[in-house]
Every structure is written in structure tokens, then in C-alpha cells.
């Protein structure tokens, strides 16, 4: 029972990741992304700190509003500090990251919290923290639950917002001549991502949330040239790794999210060969 | 707390020698090189190639059996070079655009990397331990041999660098006319590439993969505000280099709790940040500076040129003058206007008698006219030499007319042949 939940998980995360990400990498933003994975730790940090969980709906959005403080910190060095554009990623992101690992360090005594779990997360431990209701019933591991919720917004937002989001994404002049507001878009999305990567931090940590992010959009984009159907097969390639992840983890030894990410590597390279090899 | 400081300088205890000698020399090199990634636009390749030699390291590990430096350093390297090519292959060879590359291979490698990490860890082999330190740096336990390969390392990184200086910032800065005059353009970038994946291999001594970045680029940003001469902003990137690399062992010394490789990305990025706000000239602040002082000589030249406008109407240069009047003659907002009659008065270059009455004083005036002579002047000049019709020369001239400094004012004199009617049949003022 427990590999099922394990790959549940997994398939959430990498299937709320992947819809979200094929936007991000369609709009030249994959390492926006990547920024945004590193940024929220200390945001996570300072949840733990004050909460002692995750749990609680405010902190969620707390540690969520510092991803999307990234995003702002990042464009102000750009636009205002006229630091080139990848540079001041790497500025913002790692400096966020810093003040993470050393809030972790400084306050070990109050949280059970260590480098390995921001690293790869603890995919192993999501069967043991179930949701037993008061008169006993076993509702089954809380991290699916709240991933559950996680993968309905993602699904939601997506779907109510699949013309927007699409015509910001391709033709953001023409969106704006329409009255699309290209900004309000940008921003949600950027939200999105961040309250993905703060909801899969327990699972796959908060570096691994990039491969989701980026690997089943870069397998799903060489192998269609339509958004709808981007978003299906990325979907799908999420799903491929969540269940070969957990056989490889198995086989090896070794922490479930690396081998999720080092199957998405061997799909990433089906995909490629397809791409250079096969395509008509 | 102070004792504790002296005593980290006073460089006493041997380990701290070490430890501060290495992660110095960690950032200083990399730093140097990091200058030239910065240049290329390449930053975030190598934060790419630092996540990506984790599985090197593991797999180093793995084949050898052994934790010695240089078994490490060259799985780093092999890795390393490995993601930098696979970036560049698919990249190339498909639609992905290269952001999406660099996070791919970053992602999927530093996957890979943990998947092994926790392999080897759990495979019982009792000398892994301290292989994670690869992930956060290991700055802390730095030995007398690693200082000797980090030494060694940094001293191949610098001499390469100075040795291919000027062929090498010719490709940073213009790799198309670098290649026109004969440069050797594929074989330097190689070189720079190498460079780059020698000086992550070390560096994730120091700070480990995932902050590898920030020592890599962060100093070079930090430095490019201060200096627009590349061998000046290299100097002072291995200056802030290496002062955090020694600023991060200094607080691990005295909080050992304390991790040393963020750190010493913590300080970095502070530097980066006060450079980025206060450098001169380039800083945000001093950009600001200019742009309100030039936004402040545009409107305070602007008023007296109405002035002048209005004294050559009525032939009085010393008439005085009410605010409206100014308004009328060039519309503005209000509080701007009141706010540069203000700062004139202050200056001298306007009286203020009794209540809204200005006139202007002698270098008011002088100012006024000048004005309105550089822009007459121009105007004539776009007439006569850019055979430009009179009715479209009047708004290039208005902004002109407050940039034009006074040799130019001269040569356009001598050139057009000391004018005396503009295109509109109007006065050209002359100081006599």
C-alpha cells in the first residue's frame, strides 16, 4: 500500500509541476522557475519556524509570497539595478538560498528540519503521516490530500484560464491590445509555481521541484507542436517517472525523487532521439 | 566575541590558517574566472555545470573507492564538462531554447547526483561520510592537502587567465571582430570553458553545488559597477572574492554551528547589493543623482529661456515678472514652476521682490540668452546643413539646446559664420 501512495504523490507533484512548467519554459522563463524553487526555502524556514509544520493555510501563502518576492526582486536588480537578466537570477536566487540553509542552521534545536529534506524532500516518509480523524478513520497520508488540492488549483487555473494564459504566453502585444492583462498573468502564474514548489517541498525538496518543473515540458515539447496536447503528454511523462522512479529508487537504493528525475533524464533522452532522429 | 575575532586574525591556530588560506584562494579564483562566464552571458551555465558535478563526485567516488581530492575533483570536472556539452547539443540541435536547457541538465544531473549520493550512503560503505559536504561545501574541514590542490588549482586558473588576457577579453567583449583579426575564437572559448568547470570543481569545496553560482558570477557583478576597464574589474572581483571567502570562515570560526558556504554567499551578495545601489557613476543611487540634477538644469533653463522670451517682447531684460506670466509664456505644471523660481533665487540668478514678482539678475539673463542662442543656432544649423523645412526644427532644437556645451556653441557659431537671424527671422543673441 505504501508504494501506492508513495507514487501518487509523486505523480502529483510531477503532474501539477509539469502543466504549470510547460507555460514557464513556452515563455523563456524555465530558469525563473529554477529561482523560484531555491528562493521559497526561507520562506519554508520561517513557516517551520513559527508553525512547526506546514500544515496551516496562512503559512502556506507566507512562504508562497516570498517565491513570488523573487520574482519582484529579481525584475527590480534587472530593470532599476541594470544587472543583465541572468545574472541577477543567479544573484537573487543563490543570496535567498543562503539566508535559507542559515536560518535552517541557526534554529536546528526548534525544527526537524535538515539539508537532505531541502535537497531531495522524503517522498519515503508521505505513508506514515496519515489523516486519522477523531473517531478513528484513516483518510490516508495528509501529503496526498493537500497535493490533491494542489493538482484541482493547478488544474482549475489552467483551465479557466487556458485562452489568457495561452495568448500572454504566445503574443503578449496582441494579448495586451485585446485588454488580457499580461501582468496579472504573469503573476498568478509565477504564484502558482511558487505555492507548487512550497506544497512539494516535503515530497521532492526544494531543488528537485525543477526537474518537474522543466524536464516533462522539454520531453512534451519535442514531441508536439500544440499547447493541449504539450500539456497532456507532460502529464503523462510525469506519470512515467513517478511509477519507473519508484522502481529505480527501489533497485538502487537511493532517494525516490533522484530516481524520478533520473527517469524524466531517460525519457528526456527518448525524447531527443525522436526529435533529431525520427521526426519526419 | 572580540577576543574570538582577534584571535581568528591573528592566524594562530594552524586550521584556521588552512581553512581561511583555501576558501581565500577558492574565491579568488573563482572570482577571476566567474568575471569573464559573467561577460559571456553565461551565468547561469555555470550553475549548471556546479549542480551537474554532483553525480561526478559520486561516481568518482564509486569507481575509486577513495575521497581523495584530485578522485573527486576529477569526477567534478568530467561531469561538468559533460552538462556543458549537453546544454550546447540540445540547444543546437532542437527548439529548446536555452534557459529551458540549462534547467533541464541542471535539474536532471543534480537528480541523478542525489540518487547516487543516497545510494552510496546507504550502501553502508563506511568512508562516504562526509560526501554530502559536497552539496553545502565542506569549507570548515579544509586540510593542509586540499589547500595544496585548491592552491595548485587557483594558480593554473590565474595564470591561464593572465596568460590569455587580452585574446580572451577580446572574445568576451566582441567575439565577431575577434574573430575577423585572426583570433582563435573556438579554441579560447574551450579554454574558458575548461576554465569554468576547473573552477566549479574546486569552488564546491568551498560553498558546495547548489550556491556554486554566486561564487562564480556574484563577485563579477559586484565588480562590474565599479570600473568599465576589465583588468580593474577583474582586481576587484578576487578582491570581494576573496574577502567573503575569508569573512565566511571567520563566522564559522566563531559559530561553528554556522554553515561557511552560504555564508560567504551571504556577504558577497551584500557587496553586490551596495555596489549595485551606491557605486559611482554606475550605481543606482548615483544614476538617480544625475538623472534628477539633469531634470533640474533642463527645468531651471527652461524658465529662464520664458524670461528671455518675454524681455525680448517688451525690450525690459530686468522687468519683474509674476509667475503667471511665466506659465503662460511655457506651460508647466504649477508646483514644478514655483519649485524652480525657488531654487533660481537661491542660486542668484532670480529676484524675488515683493510677493510674485521675479525679474531677472545679470547671470540670469546671461543664462536666458545663451539659451536661447544655442537654440537659435541649432536651428539654423539643421536648416542650413540637414536641409530640414523651419517648421520641423524647433523641437530637436529644445532639446539641444540644454545639452550643447560651450565649445560646441562655438564651433557652430564659426562653422555657420556668425549668424545673425535664425530660420524664423528672429534675433540671434550674442553676449556683448
Redesign the interface.
Known amino acids: 500500500m505504501s508504494a501506492f501512495w508513495i507514487i501518487l504523490t509523486g505523480s502529483l507533484v510531477a503532474a501539477s509541476c509539469g502543466l504549470l512548467g510547460c507555460f514557464l519554459?513556452l515563455r523563456?522563463?524555465?530558469?525563473i522557475?529554477?529561482a523560484i524553487s531555491?528562493a521559497v526555502l526561507p520562506g519554508i524556514v520561517i513557516a517551520y519556524i513559527f508553525t512547526h509544520s506546514l500544515d496551516s493555510l496562512p503559512m502556506i501563502l507566507g512562504a508562497t509570497s516570498v517565491g513570488l518576492l523573487a520574482t519582484f526582486l529579481i525584475e527590480l536588480?534587472h530593470q532599476?539595478?541594470?544587472?543583465?537578466a541572468?545574472?541577477a537570477?543567479?544573484?537573487i536566487f543563490?543570496?535567498l538560498?543562503?539566508?535559507g540553509?542559515?536560518l535552517i542552521?541557526?534554529w536546528?534545536k526548534h525544527i526537524d528540519l535538515d539539508?537532505?529534506c531541502v535537497?531531495?524532500g522524503e517522498i519515503a516518509m508521505v505513508p506514515f503521516e496519515l489523516w486519522i480523524t477523531e473517531s478513528g478513520l484513516n483518510l490516508g497520508p495528509i501529503a496526498v490530500w493537500k497535493l490533491s488540492i494542489l493538482f484541482l488549483i493547478v488544474v482549475g487555473l489552467i483551465y479557466v484560464g487556458y485562452r489568457p494564459l495561452r495568448l500572454t504566453t504566445f503574443d503578449p502585444q496582441y494579448a495586451a491590445a485585446i485588454g488580457v492583462s499580461t501582468g496579472f498573468w504573469h503573476y498568478l502564474l509565477m504564484g502558482a509555481v511558487s505555492m507548487t514548489t512550497v506544497l512539494s517541498f516535503e515530497s521532492v525538496g526544494a531543488?528537485?521541484v525543477?526537474?518537474f518543473?522543466?524536464?516533462p515540458?522539454?520531453i512534451a515539447?519535442?514531441l508536439t507542436e500544440r499547447l493541449d496536447h504539450m500539456l497532456l503528454i507532460s502529464l503523462l511523462a510525469g506519470l512515467i517517472s513517478a511509477v519507473g522512479g519508484y522502481a529505480?529508487?527501489a533497485a538502487?537504493?537511493?532517494?525516490i525523487?533522484?530516481?524520478?528525475?533520473?527517469v524524466?533524464?531517460i525519457e528526456?533522452i527518448f525524447a531527443?532521439c525522436y526529435?533529431?532522429y525520427l521526426r519526419k | 566575541m572580540w577576543n574570538q575575532v582577534m584571535e581568528f586574525w591573528s592566524f594562530n591556530d594552524l586550521n584556521v590558517r588552512y581553512v581561511t588560506l583555501g576558501v581565500c584562494l577558492i574565491g579568488i579564483s573563482t572570482a577571476i574566472v566567474g568575471c569573464f562566464t559573467f561577460l559571456k552571458k553565461k551565468a547561469l551555465v555555470g550553475d549548471a555545470i556546479a549542480h551537474a558535478a554532483l553525480p561526478g563526485v559520486c561516481l568518482g567516488f564509486m569507481l575509486f573507492d577513495s575521497k581523495n581530492p584530485i578522485v573527486l575533483l576529477g569526477g567534478a570536472f568530467v561531469t561538468g564538462w559533460i552538462s556543458l556539452l549537453a546544454i550546447d547539443l540540445i540547444t543546437a540541435k532542437t527548439k529548446i531554447k536555452s534557459d529551458t536547457s540549462i534547467g533541464l541538465v541542471l535539474s536532471i544531473f543534480f537528480g541523478i547526483g542525489i540518487l547516487l549520493l543516497t545510494a552510496i550512503q546507504r550502501s553502508g560503505n563506511a568512508a562516504q561520510s562526509g560526501l554530502d559536504k559536497f552539496l553545502f561545501g565542506k569549507a570548515a574541514s579544509i586540510l593542509p592537502e586540499d589547500v595544496y590542490i585548491l592552491g595548485s588549482v587557483g594558480l593554473v586558473l590565474i595564470c591561464t587567465i593572465l596568460l590569455f588576457f587580452k585574446p580572451l577579453s577580446m572574445v568576451a567583449f566582441d567575439p565577431g571582430y575577434a574573430k575577423s583579426i585572426g583570433i582563435p575564437v573556438g579554441l579560447l572559448e574551450l579554454i574558458l570553458s575548461t576554465l569554468t568547470v576547473l573552477a566549479v570543481a574546486t569552488g564546491i569545496q568551498a560553498v558546495g553545488v547548489v550556491l556554486m553560482a554566486a561564487l562564480l558570477i556574484t563577485p563579477a557583478i559586484a565588480a562590474r559597477y565599479w570600473t568599465d576597464r576589465l583588468w580593474l574589474m577583474v582586481l576587484l572581483a578576487a578582491l570581494f572574492g576573496g574577502f567573503s571567502g575569508t569573512m565566511g570562515a571567520m563566522v564559522s570560526y566563531l559559530a561553528p554551528a554556522m554553515p561557511t558556504g552560504p555564508w560567504i554567499v551571504v556577504v558577497i551578495s551584500i557587496i553586490a547589493f551596495l555596489s549595485i545601489l551606491f557605486a559611482p557613476r554606475k550605481g543606482f543611487v548615483a544614476r538617480r543623482l544625475k538623472l534628477v540634477r539633469h531634470r533640474n538644469k533642463v527645468l531651471h533653463e527652461n524658465i529662464l529661456k520664458a524670461f528671455y522670451h518675454l524681455a525680448e517682447e517688451d525690450a525690459s531684460f530686468y522687468q519683474a515678472r509674476t509667475a503667471q506670466e511665466i506659465y503662460n509664456r511655457r506651460p508647466m505644471p504649477q508646483k514644478m514652476l514655483a519649485k524652480g523660481l525657488q531654487s533660481l533665487k537661491r542660486k542668484d540668478l532670480l529676484k524675488n521682490e515683493s510677493g510674485d514678482y521675479w525679474r531677472l539678475t545679470k547671470q540670469g539673463k546671461e543664462i536666458g540668452q545663451r539659451i536661447v542662442r544655442i537654440h537659435r543656432l541649432w536651428e539654423l544649423y539643421l536648416q542650413r546643413f540637414l536641409k530640414m523645412a523651419p517648421d520641423h526644427v524647433h523641437p530637436d532644437a529644445d532639446a539641444m539646446e540644454h545639452i550643447i556645451s560651450p565649445e560646441l556653441e562655438a564651433l557652430l557659431v564659426d562653422e555657420l559664420g556668425n549668424p545673425q537671424r535664425d530660420p524664423h527671422d528672429r534675433e540671434i543673441p550674442y553676449n556683448n
Open positions: 519554459i523563456r522563463m524555465a530558469m522557475g529554477d531555491h536588480v532599476k539595478g541594470k544587472v543583465q541572468d545574472a537570477i543567479g544573484l543563490t543570496f538560498f543562503s539566508c540553509v542559515i542552521s541557526s536546528t539539508a537532505d535537497l531531495h531543488i528537485l525543477v526537474a518543473l522543466v524536464a515540458p522539454a515539447y519535442l529505480l529508487a538502487l537504493e537511493g532517494a525523487a533522484g530516481a524520478m528525475t533520473a524524466l533524464g528526456f531527443y526529435y533529431v
